[in-house]
């Protein structure tokens, strides 16, 4: 069994900045891509970004410049820099794993609040 936890979220004004921190636990050989998601109330979860385990990173459009994500290999753990937030952005965020044990396999975190007010 293998444990995706997160941390980081919070309550920030527009403008300002958050880091959140996903770090997987368990019987893990190694992990390909690791990504966050999304999803506010009354709408589909979305992808905010994926990097692999060679770094290739891949940003939706709406977080371009603004997100940086990044990973340690060593600590099994993901990072989202969220700077310039937006209302928008408003959202639980959902970290995610593609982990390689016997079997190769998706994870899901709990998920973690975002709230940017106005």
């Known amino acids: 069994q293998v444990h995706l936890v997160e941390s980081g979220g919070g309550l920030v004004q527009a403008g300002g900045s958050l880091r959140l921190s996903c770090a997987a636990s368990?019987?893990?050989?190694?992990?390909?891509?690791m990504g966050w998601y999304r999803q506010s109330p009354g709408k589909q979860r979305e992808l905010v970004a994926t990097?692999?385990?060679?770094?290739?990173?891949n940003y939706a459009d709406s977080v371009k410049g603004r997100f940086t994500i990044s990973r340690d290999n060593a600590k099994n753990t993901v990072y989202l820099q969220m700077n310039r937030l937006k209302p928008e952005d408003t959202a639980v965020y959902y970290c995610?794993?593609?982990?390689?044990?016997?079997?190769?396999?998706?994870?899901w975190g709990q998920g973690t609040q975002v709230t940017v007010s106005s």
């Open positions: 368990g019987i893990i050989f190694s992990i390909n891509s």
């Open positions: 995610n794993g593609v982990v390689v044990q016997f079997t190769t396999q998706n994870y």
């Open positions: 990097i692999t385990s060679g770094g290739r990173t």
